[in-house]
């Protein structure tokens, strides 16, 4: 059974930095891995979604990366903002209906 | 387009009651999924559709809780006899193609419900 772990559960930074969000996984034979948004109160909001074929994808100020063979993900922010407090979640389909299975999410503050 | 919406938004029922979640997926998903996240549990699956058929139902936590879906698209999450520890945000998504490693599921807004 799939098990997603994510370190740091919290984490503060001053406005500008550029930080590193893990995400670790316990069965390499994964189809994609998904980092979502969670804003207090909301959905989900996809963010980025790397395939099992690929090492990294990009979106603006977002990078994520995938390492199978070590069971690991990462999601590289660059120049924080105070926009980008929220919750973040990693997740990765299995199963024959490709349920995603998440991690329990790092709360991230950005302070002005 | 439009993305997956759900209602209500909240909904406050009184411990032994039926409650109705609904969902709305984006027009053209043939998937459909249910999850809840709760304090302390994090994100967990509920339930599959496939179109109208639900291959998975496994992650139902009791004999409590059923959905259907009707014509492809909207469905329904059913709890009867609330108890309190049903308590949660029930949230919906939907995909294209799921059995595609490019796939994305795309989430609602979440139905948070409080049983008292």
């Known amino acids: 059974k799939q098990e997603v772990t994510q370190i740091p559960a919290a984490l503060s930074v001053p406005e500008g930095e550029n930080l590193v969000l893990n995400c670790s996984f316990t069965d390499s034979a994964i189809y994609n891995l998904q980092w979502f948004r969670q804003d207090p109160g909301k959905g989900l909001t996809s963010l980025l979604l790397?395939?099992?074929?690929?090492r990294e994808q990009t979106s603006g100020r977002l990078n994520a990366s995938l390492d199978k063979s070590s069971g690991r993900s990462t999601l590289y922010i660059a120049a924080s903002q105070p926009g980008d407090s929220a919750t973040y979640l990693c997740?990765?389909?299995?199963?024959?209906?490709?349920?995603?299975?998440f991690g329990s999410g790092t709360q991230l503050t950005v302070l002005p | 387009g439009a993305g997956v919406s759900q209602s209500p938004s909240n909904k406050v029922t009184e411990k032994g009651k039926d409650v109705e979640l609904r969902c709305d997926p984006i027009s053209g998903h043939t998937a459909l999924y249910w999850y809840r996240q709760s304090l302390g549990q994090g994100l967990e699956f509920l339930i599959y559709f496939q179109g109208n058929s639900a291959p998975d139902k496994s992650g139902l936590p009791s004999d409590r809780f059923s959905a259907e879906r009707t014509g492809g698209s909207v469905s329904t999450l059913t709890i009867q006899r609330t108890q309190q520890e049903d308590s949660a945000v029930y949230l919906c998504a939907s995909s294209a193609e799921p059995g595609l490693a490019g796939d994305t599921q795309y989430f609602g807004p979440g139905t948070r419900l409080t049983v008292l």
């Open positions: 997740a990765t389909p299995s199963g024959s209906a490709r349920q995603l299975t």
């Open positions: 790397i395939q099992s074929s690929q």
